[in-house]
């Protein structure tokens, strides 16, 4: 079911060909206290404030402040949602999703890909399964961070990295092949076939 919207959502990105195998979030915690702070400045504060004058205006100002509360989380949720890391069969896409009107994209090919590894800081990440996820390349290190199981990321890299190298590794010996083979044939058709005989 989640495959199918994020084929949905993020299949502008892919280039033809280019298939979802998973996709990386921030873990739910990223957003919690955002959340948590919408809740107590937009609904808690302002229904207090009924609660103490029940006046009618005043039910009107948090029914006002309740909508921009509820506004603020699908905000904050599509926000969270559309920060996110996508692992297809030909790179890694880092999607950026700042409003509505500004996003951005940068691919990272997983042959430039030199080392992945993964860390936990501290005993609330470990109980929670989301750290950071680290990926060494030419350039640097991009470190992505609060991410859900970056155990699980770094593995599913690694996978995805074997399976190219070999299947790069298979296509390059056909390669050859075929050139050595091309190469065999100009020789027969050209020189023909002459068996040295033993005297």
Known sequence: MLQKISQRFFRGYLEEGEEIITTIHRHWMAILKRSLRILFFFVIIPGTVYFVFPYPFIFGLFFLFA??????????????YLDVWILTNMAILDIR?????????????YARIEQVSHSYNGVFQSLLNYGTLHIQQAGGVDSIVSIVNPKQAASDIATIQEKLNSSQKFQDEEALKDILTGIIKRHIEKHGVSVPVDE
């Open 67 to 80: 909508l921009y509360a509820v506004a603020k989380f699908f905000y904050a949720f599509f926000n969270w």
């Open 97 to 109: 999703w700042d409003g509505f009107f500004k996003r951005s994209a940068q691919r990272s090919e």
